[in-house]
């Protein structure tokens, strides 16, 4: 993952950055403060989105898994699943059982993960160490502790591209705007890269962040 920042003068981003008036921004997403968090949801995984073979991809489909991925990782850093029923306590931590169809253990979690992410980005995410909502099996049900948060008030509009490094490797580039001190004027960009790579027979992030 590479991160850059470039920060310009708002009238070097009218002439050569900001998307012409009337024309809708090429963006697959749109980071607000006030954007409500994403509906969690579990949906049916086919053959075709967790297994493929190493040949190029459509970039529709790496941005699909993207998309997808981004979803996902908002479970550890932007909204938990949805929990119901008795709390318990872990270590000083308050765990609330997940209620959500087909998601029972953490073996189910972890699964799930492993369709979207590598063996070692799961691993961390489930370690509870590069994630600020953490999840566990307390008396054999997967339990999470955390709470949602907020979109970064300070980002704005947010781009997308696929590039294809190698056979089995791409990058999913997404440009953040920056936004000035009235959330409106944008004062310069982010920049990220994410890897998209062919490992033990499938397509995965082998790094991942939310950008907002």
């Known amino acids: 993952m590479r991160k850059t920042i470039a920060v310009m003068l708002f009238t070097l981003l009218l002439a050569g950055c900001a998307a012409p008036a009337g024309e809708a921004p090429a ?4 980071a607000s403060a006030v954007r409500a968090a994403p509906a969690p949801e579990v949906e049916n995984m086919s053959s075709s ?6 040949q190029p991809l459509p970039e529709e489909e790496v941005l699909a898994a993207y998309e997808r991925a981004e979803r996902i990782y908002g479970w ?24 959500m169809e087909g998601i029972v253990e953490l ?9 979207v992410f590598s ?8 370690s509870g160490e590069a ?4 999840y566990q099996d307390v008396n054999g049900i997967l339990c999470v502790c955390g709470e949602s948060r907020e979109h970064n008030a300070g980002k704005g509009r947010i781009r997308v591209e696929a590039e294809q490094l190698e056979e089995t490797l ?14 409106e004027t944008v004062v310069g960009l982010e ?4 890897p998209y790579a062919f490992v033990n027979d499938r397509w995965v992030f082998t790094d991942f962040r939310l950008v907002y």
């Open 27 to 30: 963006s697959s997403s749109t």
């Open 49 to 54: 989105m967790v297994e493929s073979s190493a």
């Open 76 to 99: 550890f850093d932007l909204a938990p699943l949805p929990s119901s029923g008795q709390p318990s306590s872990v270590n000083g931590r308050t765990y609330y059982p997940v209620d």
């Open 107 to 115: 073996e189910d979690l972890r699964t799930y993960l492993r369709g």
């Open 119 to 126: 063996q070692e980005l799961t691993d961390r995410l489930l």
């Open 131 to 134: 994630a600020r909502i953490s």
């Open 170 to 183: 791409y990058s999913v580039n997404v440009m953040v705007e920056l936004l000035g001190e009235d959330g």
């Open 191 to 194: 920049s990220w890269s994410f």
